[in-house]
């Protein structure tokens, strides 16, 4: 009875003003000078219906080069293009060219092949986790080399592909850089080696370290020859290649160009010309210089991944201790906890880009970015520079041996060791890079970047440490040999890392 009561009322007092209203609006009315004919709104353009691409607008470079284009709005346009899916209209597929570019009989092709591909729509259908632009799952594997041998039809056997699992690009801006300035370092090792050997007239030897970081070391002869074997985890050139966990690629951009023919059959203007169609897809210009430099600066641009901090105290206490531990049975010894970056800039393009990826020389302005600004990746300063805690060294190590050899799996050799360097300055010829190699796996995003593993196939992080053999196989058995709650505490820290922030561009 009560609660009707209540209802009536309220029902009351609704019509009570609906009615104020009723009695007020006449008196408004009456004053109201009569409505103007409201303008006719001008058609907007360029609305298609139908099927449209789905990049509709398309950048032009030398307007990012006079800084005509907001940096946010280079940085939403890139966002874009990742997450776009393509269709015929931009120019999907690739009938007339390989996943590596050559060409091939277009005829009886297939228009997606999940091995060598075209294999996916976007990039981000594979680039997703936790958002866009992150690691992704087993199903998101590529079959790494398949698009060299393209087509591989119905085989993922690995005598034709080095399947590998999806890595994050957050934080990819600042590894790029540390690439570089290491790479600088050890160039510049080389040079004086040279120019010392060149004076004394005798063989000069110099140890390759940048960064805290041995690479092994250097001999230059007396006739200027290079002799090359006890370079260590790094390709001859002595460029390092932070990308992907082969160490083959030595910027985000040369992976953009490789990665939209291989996995979209979308070809770049910078790797495949103007006004030109390799691929025989009716479409040319697929994607200009702009469009790249914006997918390139979105990639570079992504928050680096944080520490969360744990509010329980038991785990609190599990964490501190985890840190500890890791460092105190060597694991930092490879994933090192922090590399500090000379410069907080992120600069495009890169000066090591190789032919069919925008040069330096190519340009009037480079872009440049703070990555510790206030709308930054959230990189922490350092003196003129930056931190970066990616617990990794950007070497490449063999983790076998005989009790473990889980992670040497892969058949297909990957590029040879001459990496861009000429095969005239060496003693040698130069091997392929070991199939047995990878890059220091990044963990700073190993919380959301399972499952673990360059295969993706390990379901956790406790299997990850179990295959660690080799030159990993002191601080491995270390790790088994600590007692429970110091091992779960290890694994507890690992937890900590990740990517918890998309990249949030209406914040910025
Ligand atoms: C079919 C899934 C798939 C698609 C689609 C895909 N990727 Fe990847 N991506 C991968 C895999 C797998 C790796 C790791 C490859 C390896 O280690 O050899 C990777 C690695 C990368 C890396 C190197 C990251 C690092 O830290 O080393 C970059 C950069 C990258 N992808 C960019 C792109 C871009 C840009 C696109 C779209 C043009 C794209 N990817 C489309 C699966 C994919
Ligand atoms: C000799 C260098 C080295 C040492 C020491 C080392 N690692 Fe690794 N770690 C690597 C390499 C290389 C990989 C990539 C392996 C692969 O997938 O091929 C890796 C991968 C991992 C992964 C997998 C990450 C992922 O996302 O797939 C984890 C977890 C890991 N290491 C943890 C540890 C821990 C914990 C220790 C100490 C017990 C340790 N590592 C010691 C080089 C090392």
Redesign the pocket.
Known sequence: MKFNTIKNLSKNIKGLSLLALVVITPFALADKPEKPEKPEKPEKHNITIGEIPAIEVHLNQDEIEDGKINVYDLIKQGQLIFDARFNYLDGRGRPASTGAGADRDPNGQHDFLRTSGPDSSACASCHSQPFSGGAGDFVANVFVLAQVLDPITFSVDPNFSNER?TLGMYGAGPIEMLAREMSDDLIAIRESTKQQAALTGQEESAQLITKGISFGSITILANGLIDPSNIEGVDWDLIIKPFP?KGAVVSLREFTNNAMNHHHGIQSVERFGEFTDPDQDGVVNELTVGDITAITVFQATLPVPTQKKPKNKKVKNAVKNGVNQ?AN???N???QEELVLESRLFVEPNPFNPAGNLQQSEVDNLFTWDMTGKKGTGLEKFKQGAIVKAFTDLK??N?CDQDFDF?CNEQLTQGSLLGYADANDFTMSAPARPTQQ????K?WD?AN??P????GD?SS?TE??HF?G???RV??D??FELDQYDQDS?IEF?KTLGVFEASNIKKR
């Open positions: 699992n966990q890791f049975i060597g694991c010894e490879c994933h490449r190590h983790l992670f990878f890059l220091t796996r963990l190993v970047s399972g673990y593993g360059h295969r390990l992080i990850a440490i660690h080799g030159q990993a601080s491995r270390n790790y290890i690992l």
